[in-house]
C-alpha cells in the first residue's frame, strides 16, 4: 500500500509539482514581453524608426519564442523535467564534490593541524600533553606560534549510552560526545567559527560557551540528535560510558543548548566539556582508590592553528626533539591531509562520480533537448520556411530555434538549483555518509551554475537542428509540398 | 501599362542537379510582366510554374539569364540582399496557407512588418487596413486552427499586402478551397489589382481561375507555349524578344 502511495506521488504529483513553477516562469516571461512590448512601443516613439523598430521587434521575437514552446507543452514539458531531474543529480554530486574538496584542500594560509599518536590508531594521548604541546607551539618563533587561548583545542571521544545496559544500545539511546574545552567551539570548530556563522547563529554558539563554562555538566547536542534521542533543551540525563572504553563513569549532564540550523554538519554531535571528564576520572580514582584505565591516555587528538607550512615544520620539528614527547611519540599533518587519508578508501566512487556520471548526465542531458528540438524542427520546416520568405534572416531563424530551447534549458536548470538550494538546504542538507561527514549542503554557487548549465546543454542540444532550421531552403520545403 | 515592364525575365535557364542527374526545368524563357497585370501560369504538373514563380519572387537564382524587378536585378542579389528585398517588395500566398498556428491572424499579418523600420503606430495602421481590406476585422485575436479555409488564406493575403509590396505572387491559391471559397479570394485578388493596382502573378490548374486573369501563360516543361491576353490566344513564337 506505501509503496503504490510512493510511487504515485513520484510519478504524478512530483512532475506536476515541478511543472508548476515552469509554467509560471513561462506566463511571467509572456507577460514581461507583452509589457516590455507595449512600453518600448511607447519609449521608442520618438527614436528613428530604424532604431525603434529593431527595439520593438525584440519583445514580438520572445512572445513568438514563448508561444513556440507553449505550442507542444508536452514535449516542452518533458525536455524540462528531464533537464531538471539531470541538473538535479548533477547539483547532489557536485555539492558533495566540493565540499570534500574543501574539506581535503590546503588552504594556503591559517591552516589547521592536527598532532597524533605516531604509530597508534585511534590516537592516545597523556592530558600532560595539552600543557605540553600548546606551549611548544606558543613558544614558535614570532609570526609562527599560536594563541594558546584561541589556536588550539582538544578532542576525546567519549562514546555514551542513555541505557546503563550495553546490549541495549540503539541510535535512539546513543551519544557519541566530543569531549573538549568549550572556548574551542568558538574559535577551532571547522563551520562554526564566530565570523562565519550568521551573528544570530554566533550569539547562540557564545551562549552556549557560557552555558558550558558555568555549568561543567552542560552538554551541546544537535537539534536532530535532540529528536532521535526525544529530549528537549534544559533535561537532565544520566549518561553511561561504553564499557569497553571509559568503563563504569558516567555522567549526570543537562542540555544546555543546541549547534545553529546552519551548521548542519555537526548533526549527530554533541559536546561534553572535557573539564567533566577530567572530574568523572579523578572521582573514579578517589572512590575505588586506583587509576582509571583511560586516565591517562584520554586526549585523542590536539589541533593546533599555524600560520602557515613553515609554522608547521617548526612545530613538527620541536615535537621530535628527543626527549620531549616520548610515551607515546606524534606526529603532526595538516588536517586537511588527516581527511584526505580518510578519503583515499573513497577515492574511486568520488573519481567516478566527478569524471564518468557527471559527463555521461550531462551527454544524456544534450541528447535529450537535441532529441525534442529536432523532432519540433522537422515538424515546422515549412513555418521556417515561410519565416525566410518573408525575409526574415537565416541567423534570426537560428535565434528562435536556439532561444526555445534555452529558455526551457535556463528555467529548468535555473528552478532546479534555486528549489535544491533553499529546499534541501532548509531540510538539512543531504545525507550522504562518506568518511565521518554526514551531510553536505547545496553550495550557494549553484544559483547560478544551475542556469548555466541548462543553457549550454541546451545550445549544445539545438545547436544542430537549430543549424539546419536556418538553413532551410525555402525553394525545396516548398517544391515538396506543392 | 505602356510603362516599362515591372518583371522582366530574359534568356532564363534553370536546372537541378539530383545526384549525377541534371534536370532542366525552365528552357530559355522570356516574359515581361507590366504593372498592374494580372497574370494567370498554367501548364501541367512537373513543368515548371513554382520553379518560374520562385524564382520571380527571389526565392532561388536562375542557372543562367537575368530578371529584373522594378529597377532592380535579383538574379544579381546575394542571399541576405535577396531576404530583405522580399520584405519590402513581394507579397506571397501559398496554397496551403502556412501561417504560424501559435500566432493570431493579427501577429502573423503583422510578421513581415518586424522586419521593417516602422513606428509602432504605422505598424499597427498597417496591419489593420490590410485585415480590413481580406473582411477580417472581427478575427484579429482568433489562431489559424480557429478559422475556416477561405478564412486563413484571407489572412494570408493580408500577411502578403501588408507591406505594400511591388509584386504578389500566389502558388495555386485557391488550390486547397471549395469553389465558393476561391471566388472569394479570386475577388480579392482582382480588388487589389484595381484598387491598388498591384501586379499579381497567380499559379493554378483551375481555369475557371485562370479566366479571372487578364493575362494567361502556359508552361510546358519549361517552355512557354502559350501567352494569351484576354482570351486572345497568342503563340509565343511571334511574341516580341
Ligand atoms: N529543389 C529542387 N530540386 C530538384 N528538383 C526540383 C526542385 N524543385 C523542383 N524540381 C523539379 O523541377 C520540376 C518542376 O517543378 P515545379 O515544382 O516547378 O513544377 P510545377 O509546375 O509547379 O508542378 P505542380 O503543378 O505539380 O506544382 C519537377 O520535375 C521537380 O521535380
Ligand atoms: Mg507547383
Not at chain 1, 150 to 164: A, E
Not at chain 2, 51 to 57: D, K, V
Not at chain 2, 112 to 124: F, G, I, S, V, Y
Amino acid at each position: 500500500m506505501k509503496i503504490v502511495l510512493v510511487l504515485f506521488l513520484v510519478l504524478f504529483v512530483g512532475p506536476f509539482v515541478l511543472l508548476l513553477p515552469f509554467f509560471g516562469m513561462l506566463g511571467a516571461m509572456e507577460l514581461c514581453a507583452r509589457v516590455g512590448g507595449r512600453l518600448s512601443e511607447s519609449l521608442t516613439a520618438t527614436l528613428p524608426p530604424k532604431f525603434g523598430a529593431a527595439v520593438i521587434a525584440i519583445p514580438k521575437f520572445a512572445i513568438i519564442i514563448l508561444k513556440s514552446i507553449r505550442r507542444n507543452l508536452l514535449r516542452s514539458s518533458l525536455s524540462y523535467l528531464a533537464v531538471f531531474v539531470m541538473v538535479l543529480v548533477i547539483t547532489g554530486i557536485w555539492s558533495i564534490l566540493t565540499f570534500l574538496d574543501a574539506a581535503t584542500s590546503a588552504k594556503a594560509a591559517n591552516f589547521k593541524a592536527l598532532v597524533t599518536d605516531k604509530f597508534q590508531i585511534p590516537s592516545q594521548m597523556p592530558p600532560s600533553y595539552i600543557g605540553e604541546l600548546t606551549r611548544e607551539a606558543a613558544n614558535l618563533p614570532a609570526g609562527m606560534r599560536a594563541d594558546p587561548a584561541k589556536d588550539v583545542m582538544t578532542w576525546s571521544f567519549v562514546g555514551t549510552s542513555l541505557d546503563p545496559d550495553p546490549s541495549k544500545r540503539s541510535q535512539e539511546n546513543m551519544i557519541i560526545f566530543f569531549s573538549m574545552d568549550p572556548r574551542g567551539l568558538l574559535n577551532m570548530m571547522d563551520d562554526l567559527e564566530q565570523d562565519r556563522l550568521s551573528p544570530a547563529d554566533a550569539k547562540q554558539m557564545r551562549e552556549n560557551v557560557a552555558a558550558m563554562q558555568t555549568n561543567i555538566k552542560g552538554i551541546v547536542l544537535s537539534e536532530e540528535k535532540l529528536r532521535t534521542i526525544n529530549r528537549k533543551v534544559g533535561d537532565r540525563l544520566k549518561v553511561y560510558c561504553f564499557p569497553g572504553q571509559y568503563k563504569d563513569i558516567e555522567f549526570d549532564v543537562e542540555i544546555v543548548g543546541t549547534f545553529p540550523r546552519s551548521a548542519g554538519r555537526y548533526d549527530g554531535s554533541a559536546i561534553l566539556n572535557l573539564e567533566y571528564l577530567q572530574k568523572s576520572l579523578d572521582a573514579y580514582e578517589r572512590k575505588t582508590g586506583k587509576q582509571h584505565p583511560m586516565s591517562n591516555r584520554y586526549i585523542n587528538l590536539f589541533w593546533v592553528r599555524v600560520p602557515n607550512e613553515d609554522a608547521m615544520r617548526a612545530l613538527a620539528e620541536s615535537l621530535d626533539k628527543p626527549g620531549r614527547f616520548s610515551t607515546p611519540p606524534v606526529k603532526i599533518e595538516r588536517g586537511s591531509s588527516a581527511v584526505s587519508s580518510f578519503l583515499d578508501a573513497y577515492k574511486d566512487i568520488i573519481a567516478g562520480m566527478r569524471y564518468l556520471l557527471v559527463p555521461a548526465i550531462v551527454a544524456v542531458m544534450i541528447l535529450v533537448i537535441a532529441n525534442a528540438i529536432s523532432i519540433s524542427v522537422r515538424e515546422r520546416r515549412p513555418e521556417m520556411a515561410v519565416l525566410k520568405v518573408l525575409g526574415f534572416q537565416p541567423w534570426q531563424v537560428l535565434i528562435l530555434i536556439l532561444g526555445e530551447a534555452l529558455i526551457v534549458g535556463v528555467l529548468a536548470g535555473g528552478l532546479c538549483t534555486t528549489l535544491a538550494y533553499y529546499g534541501v538546504n532548509a531540510r538539512g542538507g543531504i545525507q550522504f555518509p562518506i568518511a565521518f561527514f554526514g551531510k553536505f549542503f547545496i553550495p550557494v554557487e549553484s544559483l547560478w551554475w544551475g542556469p548555466v548549465l541548462g543553457a549550454i546543454a541546451a545550445i549544445a542540444g539545438s545547436v544542430v537542428p537549430a543549424w539546419s532550421a536556418r538553413s532551410v531552403r525555402v525553394s525545396e520545403v516548398f517544391a515538396k509540398i506543392a | 501599362m505602356t510603362n516599362k515592364p515591372i518583371v522582366q525575365v530574359r534568356d532564363l535557364y534553370k536546372s537541378f542537379t539530383r545526384g549525377a542527374e541534371k534536370i532542366e526545368v525552365l528552357t530559355d524563357l522570356n516574359v515581361d510582366v507590366a504593372e498592374g497585370e494580372f497574370l494567370a501560369l498554367m501548364g501541367p504538373s512537373g513543368s515548371g510554374k513554382t520553379t518560374l514563380l520562385n524564382l520571380i519572387a527571389g526565392l532561388d537564382q536562375p542557372t543562367s539569364g537575368k530578371i529584373l524587378v522594378g529597377d532592380q536585378e535579383i538574379s544579381a542579389m546575394t542571399e541576405s540582399q535577396l531576404a530583405r528585398w522580399r520584405t519590402r517588395h513581394v507579397g506571397f500566398v501559398f496554397q496551403f496557407y502556412h501561417l504560424l498556428p501559435v500566432l493570431t491572424a493579427y501577429e502573423n499579418v503583422e510578421l513581415p512588418l518586424l522586419l521593417m523600420p516602422l513606428t509602432a503606430a504605422e505598424r499597427k495602421r498597417q496591419v489593420l487596413n490590410a485585415l480590413e481590406l481580406v473582411q477580417l476585422s472581427n478575427r484579429l485575436s482568433h489562431r489559424p486552427g480557429m478559422l475556416s479555409g477561405g478564412q486563413q488564406q484571407r489572412v494570408g493575403i493580408a500577411r502578403a499586402i501588408v507591406t505594400d509590396p511591388t509584386l504578389i505572387v500566389a502558388d495555386e491559391p485557391t488550390g486547397d478551397l471549395d469553389s465558393k471559397s476561391a471566388n472569394e479570394i479570386l475577388s480579392l485578388l482582382d480588388l487589389l489589382r484595381e484598387s491598388l493596382n498591384k501586379t499579381i502573378i497567380m499559379v493554378t490548374h483551375d481555369p475557371h481561375a485562370a479566366e479571372r486573369a487578364q493575362r494567361l501563360l502556359h508552361l510546358e516543361k519549361g517552355r512557354l507555349v502559350m501567352d494569351s491576353t484576354q482570351g486572345e490566344p497568342r503563340p509565343t513564337v511571334a511574341f516580341p524578344r
